[in-house]
């Protein structure tokens, strides 16, 4: 009775301790399936249409619709992708897009969103969206008071009120929120410090474990997130644990946040040696051209990132294979496109010496065709890239974007 009296209270807000010390492992096994069973959750079906090498192209299915896989979704961190309407990102196929629990929470508020009719009817986006689990901000924007293996206290970055999030409150926000792929809570730290990472790495599997007990909508696809820094054990052994909880998803976090390019790549091979072949991997927080085509080529399925809009408030354009700043004088009388055969309704429609005269002009105009272009690049892109792994072109491809991203001088 004390421990389903433990389970009844994991979806209140407070400090829970989960204790089976009066249990044996056999029954703390057995225990712990009967509660993953009871959440009942969903099937989100996930089917490989064609391989090469360890490249996919896959169906994810989500009740607001399936995903083509590999692709790139946009992040609209406070429900709304800076610049952009829905309706554009339709218009640049967009499939998915990702909003943030941390800064939801904080404003409006998941319980008002919930009143209103959940993420998808308060944004106006009718395709699938995926939340994560405000673990990172929480990590990288308040001021942490405390962190425990029960949560972390910490201060809003807004008004600096004080706030707790434990496994099972962001599994409520998200849920609140009603998103079709939610995250479960983790600790993400700085990727060099073997000592603390054990430490957080152990305090995410058990966080992992608390989130898929607390889940309470089938509906929602709760995706499991791989750490351990840039040791590869510390990675193999994360991926393990998340891959036996049978999660409908699984991704790699603690990437791309300072460590050097080939060691994320090296992250992404050893990690996906041992996530599920038949589950999608989502490369969490990663997104640039180069970036893409080296995950997409180790098997990764889904990438997010901010640098596509975050790049065109700064001026900054993605070509085919690099990057270039278009308030440079050089491009003040170019009326070629920002790349030439580039179909998005930015380059069909306007010069570069347009584009540079807003940028100067300080026009709210220029961080929206530049976003536009910039967010097209990559979605297009991946779904190139899942053309050629289905008609059997993707080593032509790939060697020849490689190739050619090496002669604009970009390299890992």
């Given at each position: 009775m004390q421990f389903w009296s433990l389970i009844q209270l994991l979806n209140v807000d407070y400090y829970i301790t989960l204790s089976f010390t009066s249990l044996d492992s056999n029954a703390k096994n057995m225990s712990l399936n009967m509660v993953y069973n009871h959440a009942m959750v969903q099937h989100f079906d996930f089917d490989l249409q064609g391989v090469n090498g360890n490249a996919r192209a896959?169906?994810?299915?989500?009740?607001?619709?399936?995903?083509?896989?590999?692709?790139?979704?946009?992040?609209?961190?406070?429900?709304?992708?800076?610049?952009?309407?829905?309706?554009?990102?339709?218009d640049i196929n967009t499939q998915i897009v990702l909003a943030n629990t941390y800064h939801l929470y904080l404003r409006p508020g998941d319980e008002l969103i919930a009143e209103l009719g959940g993420l998808h009817k308060f944004m106006n986006w009718n395709k699938p969206i995926l939340t994560d689990s405000g673990g990172f901000q929480v990590f990288s924007l308040g001021e942490i008071n405390e962190i425990t293996d029960q949560g972390v206290t910490f201060q809003s970055h807004i008004d600096g009120s004080h706030h707790i999030f434990t496994p099972e409150k962001a599994i409520m926000i998200q849920e609140n929120l009603g998103a079709d792929i939610i995250m479960c809570f983790d600790e993400c730290p700085e990727p060099y410090e073997r000592s603390y990472n054990e430490i957080a790495l152990a305090r995410t599997h058990a966080w992992a474990e608390r989130c898929k007990i607390a889940q309470s909508r089938d509906d929602q696809a709760l995706f499991g997130i791989v750490q351990g820094g840039i040791f590869p054990d510390l990675r193999a052994q994360s991926a393990k644990f998340i891959s036996n909880l049978d999660f409908p998803g699984n991704a790699i976090g603690?990437?791309?946040?300072?460590?050097?390019?080939?060691?994320?790549?090296?992250?992404?091979?050893?990690?996906?040696?041992?996530?599920?072949?038949?589950?999608?991997?989502?490369?969490?927080?990663?997104?640039?051209?180069?970036?893409?085509?080296?995950?997409?080529?180790?098997?990764?399925?889904?990438?997010?990132?901010?640098?596509?809009?975050?790049?065109?408030?700064?001026?900054?354009?993605?070509?085919?294979?690099?990057?270039?700043?278009?308030?440079?004088?050089?491009?003040?009388?170019?009326?070629?496109?920002?790349?030439?055969?580039?179909?998005?309704?930015?380059?069909?429609?306007?010069?570069?010496?347009?584009?540079?005269?807003?940028?100067?002009?300080?026009?709210?105009?220029?961080?929206?065709?530049l976003s536009i272009h910039n967010l097209h690049i990559l979605i297009d892109l991946t779904s190139k890239l899942r053309a050629s792994i289905l008609d059997g072109s993707f080593d032509d491809f790939t060697k020849s974007y490689l190739e050619n991203t090496k002669l604009n001088g970009v390299n890992l």
């Open positions: 896959g169906i994810f299915s989500t009740p607001h619709g399936s995903i083509l896989t590999p692709t790139f979704a946009p992040v609209g961190t406070q429900a709304a992708v800076k610049g952009v309407t829905p309706d554009q990102l339709n603690g990437l791309s946040v300072g460590e050097k390019k080939s060691e994320m790549l090296d992250i992404i091979d050893v990690v996906n040696q041992y996530l599920p072949e038949n589950k999608p991997r989502y490369l969490m927080g990663v997104g640039t051209p180069l970036d893409i085509v080296q995950g997409v080529i180790r098997g990764i399925d889904l990438f997010d990132c901010v640098n596509p809009t975050r790049l065109a408030r700064h001026k900054a354009a993605f070509t085919k294979y690099d990057r270039i700043n278009i308030s440079r004088k050089i491009y003040e009388k170019d009326s070629n496109p920002l790349v030439e055969d580039c179909s998005c309704y930015t380059c069909q429609n306007y010069s570069k010496a347009y584009l540079r005269h807003l940028v100067k002009a300080n026009e709210l105009l220029a961080p929206t065709l």
